[in-house]
């Protein structure tokens, strides 16, 4: 291959990554639904990408007692690893989990289902985390955010028709509309 | 097979200072040193072509041939860089500092896209630049640079993507930031091939290393996939892509070195560690290189240090539906194909490792780290040692140095009176290891005086044989007499001294009487602390003591100075 056809094929290579990349991300930013979801922060940092913020929402912990586990999946056949459908009902301000399924069933009374993936199971409590759990902010800023430790913040977060959903603004308590 | 009780292999294994220590080594000796030492040579080169030039044997055109011939761009002195050259490097110094100044004043204020499109465009503009660059030849350097640039501009751009969007840096989740940094290296991948740039192609090795960090290691179900991927990556893309381009290799093989030793306590170690073993001795078969058989006995050691610490088997057993008798069945497979090729090679870096990584084999095998049984080992390896006397010099010296070692261990930790167990109290399968062991050493004591393998050395290794042999077998049937016993190891142990000391002396080899000192003071200072402690007065045991290590010292050091005259005048 000559340089001038390898170079164009770079070219093309890097755009349609960076095109696919975005347009993922894109696509359930404009095409989801909003929900507002009730979280507190923590604040690591990684090495890769500066200062982010940890999010543990109400929804990552999930008694399996409280929520409908839609059939025919049943409560004792999930396990950790398994990718789930959490159906989410608005509750006042905030969306609280209603059902649970492992596919993802259409839409209907309000209720928006989010992907989510089982990391941990504990007799009849599961952690699920749906990929939303890390909210980026400016260098420095994450100490801010901190010190909202143990006061609770609000996340607004799109959910697309397969599930996948994120974060689209993070709300300090007292400035939420 | 386990106990849980802790030896001195598991301390071992738990130090990861020891890792980065080798790391830095293997640093140090597959890059560092060998640029040092090629530099230094061009270096040297260089100056005689250049003063062959200045005295006009050779002319510009034949000197610049030469240059070219050795890879090195060199400029005659007097073309140096035009003003205008300064200028343009000036200007583009200045408007790189002016966009980061406007990038750092301005940025909350620019939205995410444009942010993002911002450094695609700078992306695009400085792979472009360096492409067209790359046509004029005399700007090789500049449209080098730039290319690599554009490389590190492109994960700059994922990267920033990545947080625009907040994706989750949870391993748990797909698009995490491993897949960032595979989306990444993979990309640059291509701009090696066409351009040939090994700065790049460094950079997509380092950038996988860093990649399987961050994989989700820890889950069961990600087992089968991810602990292969960066093997399967450096072994079926890396490799093949460095054709003829060693230090490439070697840096990936270091590499994959290092990760095998700091992934720990991962279901899928075991399998990871095989896989490295197994992709070496391809390359070593392939290639026909030492380097690939000494990397898979490296890889072969560490395995067995994570493998066989005592309790650590337990982890395995049972895993993946493996029991611990097919994993060491495996395992004793691996060292005997690594002995086999070490030996058709005729490699001895690779057979040192091999045995570090046997004996660690060795004493899980046997269950603990069994003293006499090592003694009996020591004899059995100093025995291997006289059977390749005539065969290649270094292999009989491995096996010689592992012996003295195992029996100064041995030695050393049964002269402390109450480390002397009752047999009985050993497991049930002690005797069978023993009289394998003891038969092993009397056929091959036969068999090397049959063939009479032994030579000059052997009037002081055979006495010591004889009487390690014969405190071994005391301490098996006759541990009732534990005074004959303790005088027995005493006298072994110093004997084991007193002989490096006068081997050393008579063979002016002052390195083995310097040894033998060292385990003489050692002997000294513990028998009297173990025997004297609670005899003597404190006062007194000290000052008689530290007389008696003066006396010693004196001695030793007139012996050594003599020694070194000795050496001086045979030279």
Not at chain 1, 100 to 108: G, M, N, Q, R, Y
Not at chain 2, 201 to 225: C, D, E, V
Request: charged share 15%; aromatic share 18%.
């Amino acid at each position: 291959m000559n340089n001038k056809k390898g170079f164009w094929l770079i070219i093309i290579l890097w755009a349609m990554i960076i095109f696919i990349f975005i347009f993922l991300n894109e696509y359930t930013l404009r095409q989801g639904k909003t929900i507002l979801l009730k979280t507190e922060p923590i604040d690591p940092r990684d090495l890769l990408r500066g200062d982010y913020v940890f999010l543990q929402y109400e929804i990552n912990t999930i008694d399996l007692k409280t929520v409908e586990v839609i059939s025919p999946l049943k409560e004792e056949d999930i396990e950790e690893e398994d990718i789930i459908y959490i159906g989410l009902i608005r509750d006042g301000e905030f969306y609280k989990p209603l059902s649970l399924s492992k596919a993802v069933p259409e839409t209907k009374n309000g209720v928006i289902y989010i992907r989510g993936k089982v990391v941990w199971k504990t007799g009849n409590v599961i952690d699920v985390t749906y990929g939303i759990e890390n909210y980026y902010v400016p260098e420095g800023k994450g100490r801010e955010i901190e010190k909202f430790v143990g006061k609770g913040l609000s996340v607004e977060v799109k959910v697309d028709k397969y599930g996948f959903s994120k974060i689209s603004k993070l709300y300090l308590e007292e400035k939420y509309p | 097979m386990i106990t849980g009780e802790r030896h001195i292999f598991s301390y071992l294994s738990n130090l990861w200072f020891i890792w980065i220590i080798i790391g830095f080594i293997a640093f140090y000796f597959v890059f560092i040193r060998p640029i040092l030492i090629k530099r230094g040579r061009i270096n040297w080169f260089l100056k005689e072509v250049e003063s062959l030039r200045k005295r006009e044997i050779i002319s510009d055109e034949q000197f610049l041939e030469i240059c070219n011939l050795y890879l090195v761009k060199k400029r005659i002195s007097d073309k140096r860089r035009t003003p205008i050259q300064v200028m343009q490097i000036i200007g583009c110094i200045l408007m790189g500092v002016g966009f980061i100044l406007f990038m750092a004043s301005n940025w909350g204020k620019i939205s995410d896209l444009i942010q993002i499109g911002l450094f695609v465009f700078l992306t695009f503009l400085t792979l472009s630049a360096g492409y067209y660059l790359s046509k004029d030849s005399n700007k090789t350097f500049i449209s080098n640079s730039l290319i690599f640039i554009s490389t590190i501009l492109l994960g700059v751009t994922i990267l920033l993507t990545g947080q625009t969007y907040h994706i989750s840096m949870d391993s748990n989740w797909i698009l995490s930031n491993w897949i960032l940094l595979l989306i990444w290296a993979g990309s640059i991948i291509p701009v090696y091939i066409i351009f040939r740039l090994n700065t790049v192609y460094y950079l997509a090795s380092l950038l996988f290393f860093i990649m399987q960090f961050y994989l989700p290691f820890y889950t069961h179900a990600n087992f089968l996939l991810c602990p292969f991927i960066y093997p399967a990556i450096v072994f079926l893309l890396l490799f093949p892509l460095s054709k003829g381009a060693p230090a490439e290799k070697n840096a990936n093989s270091v590499a994959l070195i290092l990760s095998l030793a700091f992934f720990r306590y991962t279901p899928g170690e075991i399998f990871l560690a095989l896989i490295i073993i197994a992709g070496f001795l391809v390359y070593f078969l392939y290639e026909k290189k030492e380097k690939y058989l000494i990397f898979s006995s490296i890889s072969a050691l560490l395995f067995s240090l994570k493998l066989f610490r005592i309790g650590n088997l337990i982890y395995y057993d049972g895993l993946f539906g493996f029991k611990l008798e097919i994993i060491l069945i495996i395992s004793a497979i691996v060292f005997l194909i690594l002995f086999i090729l070490a030996y058709r090679k005729k490699s001895s870096t690779s057979l040192a490792v091999n045995m570090a990584g046997f004996l660690t084999f060795f004493i899980a095998f046997i269950n603990n780290f069994n003293l006499i049984l090592s003694l009996f080992l020591s004899v059995f390896l100093y025995l291997v040692s006289i059977l390749h006397r005539n065969w290649k010099e270094y292999f009989s010296k491995i096996y010689k140095v592992y012996s003295f070692i195992l029996a100064l261990i041995s030695l050393y930790f049964l002269s402390f009176a109450n480390s002397m167990v009752e047999v009985e109290k050993f497991e049930a399968n002690f005797l069978v290891y023993f009289y394998v062991l003891l038969g092993c050493c009397l056929f091959l004591f036969a068999f090397n005086l049959a063939k009479k393998k032994f030579s000059k050395e052997a009037k002081y290794e055979i006495p010591l044989l004889i009487l390690f042999t014969f405190t071994g077998l005391a301490l098996v049937y006759l541990f009732k007499f534990k005074l004959l016993n303790v005088i027995l190891i005493n006298l072994s142990l110093l004997s084991f001294s007193l002989s490096l000391i006068f081997y050393g002396y008579e063979e002016t080899n002052l390195l083995l009487y310097n040894f033998g000192v060292g385990i003489f003071t050692l002997f000294i200072v513990t028998q009297y602390f173990n025997y004297f402690w609670s005899m003597l007065n404190r006062s007194l045991f000290f000052m008689i003591g530290g007389l008696f290590l003066l006396l010693c010292g004196f001695f030793l050091e007139r012996k050594r100075s003599l020694l070194i005259k000795r050496k001086k005048g045979e030279q």
